[in-house]
C-alpha cells in the first residue's frame, strides 16, 4: 500500500491546552483486550504506547457502569482496579511523548446479561434486530428494560464519575459516545426512542439526554475536557435516525456554546450537505473520521487522500481507525510517503492476544510487501 498524505496533517493544533504535535487522531477501538473484570491489560499498554505519535490518541469505548457494558473483555472505567489498570497505560503513553482522551461508551441495549451480568437498559423496551456476541457465541438480542427518570439520573451520574475517573487515570480528557447505536445515540433515534416524557417524542426532546450527558461531565471535568463523538445517518446497530438532517443541527447548536474539547464526526464527507452545515455551526475544533467504505478493504493510501479533501473541507483534526491498526508508526509512514501495513486477519480484531494486536511491525523493524 502506498500513501498520498497531506502536509497540513504534520501542523500542530491544540485542543483547548492540550497541545498536539500533529492532526492525525487514533480513532476509538474495541479490541478487546482487557481482564475479564474490564480492568485495562499490560498488552494494552503496549499496544497504545506502540502509536504513541498519533497527534491523539482516543482510547476504545469504556463502560462507565456494569450495565452499560457492551460486549466481554471490554474495558471499565468504575473501579479503583479499572482506574489503576488505565494509569498504567496512560503513564506508558505519556513517556512515549503521546496524549490520550478516553472514550465512554454506554451501550444501552447494545449488552446483553452473559456479557455484564445484568438486563440492559435502554430508552425503549426495543431489541437489537440482530445477534449480538457473547463469551458462549452470537445469540439474540434480549429486550431492554425501559429507562426510568432515576435509571437516567443514576446513568448521568454514572458517566459523570466515569469521567473524574478518567482524569484521575491520566487521561487528557474524555470523549462521550453518543454515535454508531449505542445508548446515547438510541435516545436521538426515532425508532429506538418511543418515549413519550421530555427525553422523547420532538427533536427537542430526543436530543436532551446527550445534552444533560455532556452538561453535567462537563461541569465535573470541564468543557475543553469533553469532546463528543456523533455518526449522523449511521444505521449500524439497527438505527434508523428518522429526521437525521433536523436532530444533529439541533444537537451541534445546543452544545455548540459550551466550549468542548471537539466534536468527533464519523463517516464524514466533505461534499455532504449536513457535513457543511454541522461545520458551520459547531465554532470548536472538529475531527472528522472519513467514510472509507466499511466491510470493504482500505483504500491503498489507508485514507490519506480522503483526509486532505476533509482538511480542505473545514475539518481540523483526522481520525483513522483501521489505518492506525495496523500500523504504529502511521504518522511516520504517511510522513515518510511509505508504504502502509494492510489490516491483515479481520477476525482477530475483537479477540484477546497479542496476535493481530501488538505484532504490526513498525518501517524500522520490517520491510513491506506491496
Ligand atoms: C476494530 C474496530 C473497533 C471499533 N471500536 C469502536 C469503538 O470502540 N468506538 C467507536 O466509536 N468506534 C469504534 N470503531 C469505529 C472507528 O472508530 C472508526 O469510526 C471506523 O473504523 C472508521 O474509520 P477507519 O475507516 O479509519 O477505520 C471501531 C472500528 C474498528 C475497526
Redesign the pocket.
Known amino acids: 500500500m502506498t500513501n498520498t498524505a497531506a502536509p497540513a496533517l504534520f501542523q500542530p493544533a491544540a485542543i483547548g491546552s492540550l497541545a498536539l504535535p500533529n492532526r492525525l487522531v487514533m480513532?476509538?477501538?474495541?479490541?478487546n483486550r482487557a481482564a475479564s473484570d474490564g480492568t485495562p491489560s499490560p498488552l494494552m499498554a503496549t499496544y497504545y504506547t506502540q502509536r504513541a505519535s498519533a497527534g491523539l490518541i482516543i482510547a476504545?469505548?469504556t463502560t462507565p457502569n456494569r450495565v452499560g457494558q457492551t460486549y466481554a473483555d471490554i474495558p471499565g472505567i468504575y473501579t479503583e482496579q479499572h482506574i489503576a489498570g488505565w494509569r498504567a497505560v496512560t503513564g506508558a503513553v505519556a513517556a512515549a511523548g503521546g496524549r490520550m482522551f478516553l472514550?465512554l461508551?454506554h451501550g444501552g441495549r447494545v449488552g446483553h446479561p452473559d456479557n455484564s451480568g445484568l438486563s440492559p437498559i435502554a430508552p425503549s423496551p426495543i431489541a437489537l434486530p440482530e445477534p449480538i456476541h457473547t463469551p458462549s457465541g452470537a445469540q439474540d438480542a434480549v429486550v431492554p428494560l425501559e429507562m426510568s427518570t432515576a435509571d437516567i439520573e443514576t446513568t448521568i451520574a454514572d458517566f459523570v464519575s466515569a469521567a473524574r475517573n478518567a482524569i484521575a487515570a491520566g487521561f487528557a480528557g474524555v470523549e462521550i459516545?453518543s454515535?454508531?447505536g449505542y445508548l446515547l445515540h438510541q435516545f436521538l433515534a426515532q425508532n429506538t426512542n418511543q418515549r413519550t416524557d421530555s427525553y422523547g417524542g420532538s427533536v427537542a426532546n430526543r436530543i436532551r439526554f446527550t445534552r444533560e450527558v455532556v452538561e453535567a461531565v462537563v461541569d465535573a471535568i470541564g468543557a475543553e475536557r469533553v469532546g463528543v463523538?456523533i455518526s449522523p445517518g449511521v444505521s449500524v446497530n439497527g438505527i434508523d435516525e428518522g429526521d437525521t438532517d433536523d436532530i444533529y443541527p439541533a444537537l451541534v447548536s445546543a452544545l455548540a456554546e459550551s466550549g468542548l474539547a471537539y466534536l468527533h464526526y464519523?463517516?464524514a464527507d466533505p461534499d455532504q450537505p449536513l457535513f457543511q452545515r454541522i461545520r458551520s455551526l459547531w465554532p470548536g475544533t472538529l475531527i472528522a473520521?472519513?467514510n472509507?467504505g466499511?466491510g470493504v478493504p482500505?483504500p491503498e493510501d489507508g485514507?490519506g487522500q480522503a483526509a486532505r479533501r476533509l482538511l480542505a473541507g473545514g475539518a481540523d483534526l483526522i481520525?483513522?481507525?483501521?489505518?492506525f491498526?495496523a500500523n504504529p508508526d502511521l504518522v511516520e509512514r504517511f510522513r515518510a510517503g511509505a508504504p502502509l501495513n494492510p489490516v491483515r486477519d479481520a477476525h482477530l480484531?475483537?479477540v484477546g492476544g497479542a496476535e493481530g494486536y501488538t505484532d504490526y511491525p513498525t518501517l524500522a523493524m520490517a520491510p513491506t510487501t506491496h
Open positions: 480513532a476509538p477501538m474495541t479490541r476504545e469505548a472514550q461508551q459516545h454515535a454508531n463523538r464519523v463517516f473520521n472519513p472509507l466499511w482500505l485514507g481520525s483513522l481507525g483501521r489505518s491498526l480484531m475483537y
